[in-house]
């Protein structure tokens, strides 16, 4: 298996509990390893930017009002199959179905305010990481 880079944020329901150093841990009991984190409280421009594939949902404007609503946490994950396993950890979108032991289950609020975003595929994850961070911020 290759090693992959992912791009995962802390969303701000879980900022707002205190979530990211217990979130983050779970990152790196599974063997994943922080090469880049800021804290950052985006627009609601830069929430928009980020999101624009969903914007003909129905859920565009709440999502974008929520994600811009306080702090965010920025990461870059790396690791074997870091971008499926990253998923995996994260659990399914609505908490009500993700499995046991996995970030969504134990924290997110909602399907809106789920905790955690991660990527789905290796082009979005060198989009997004791209979005949020320069190439001398990737420290490894
Ligand atoms: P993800 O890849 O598991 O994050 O899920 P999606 O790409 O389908 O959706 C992106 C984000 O939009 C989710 O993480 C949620 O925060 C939000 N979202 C998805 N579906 C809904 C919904 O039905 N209602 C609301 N309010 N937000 C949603």
Not at 56 to 85: H, W, Y
Not at 104 to 110: G, I, T, V
Request: glycine fraction near 8%; include cysteine.
């Amino acid at each position: 298996m290759a090693i992959e880079r992912t791009f995962s944020m802390i969303k701000p329901d879980a900022t707002a509990r205190n979530l990211t150093g217990a979130i983050t841990k779970m990152f790196e009991d599974a063997g994943l390893r922080v090469v880049a984190s800021k804290r950052v409280w985006m627009s609601r421009r830069q929430a928009e930017g980020f999101y624009a594939v969903h914007k003909e949902r129905p859920f565009f404007d709440e999502l974008c009002e929520f994600m811009s609503s306080g702090p965010t946490v920025v990461q870059v994950l790396e690791g074997e199959n870091a971008i499926a396993k990253n998923r995996e950890i994260m659990g399914a979108t609505n908490p009500a179905d993700a499995a046991e032991g996995t970030i969504r289950k134990l924290y997110a609020n909602s399907i809106g305010e789920n905790s955690v975003h991660g990527s789905d595929a290796p082009e979005t994850a060198a989009e997004e990481i791209r979005y949020w961070f320069s190439d001398v911020e990737l420290v490894g």
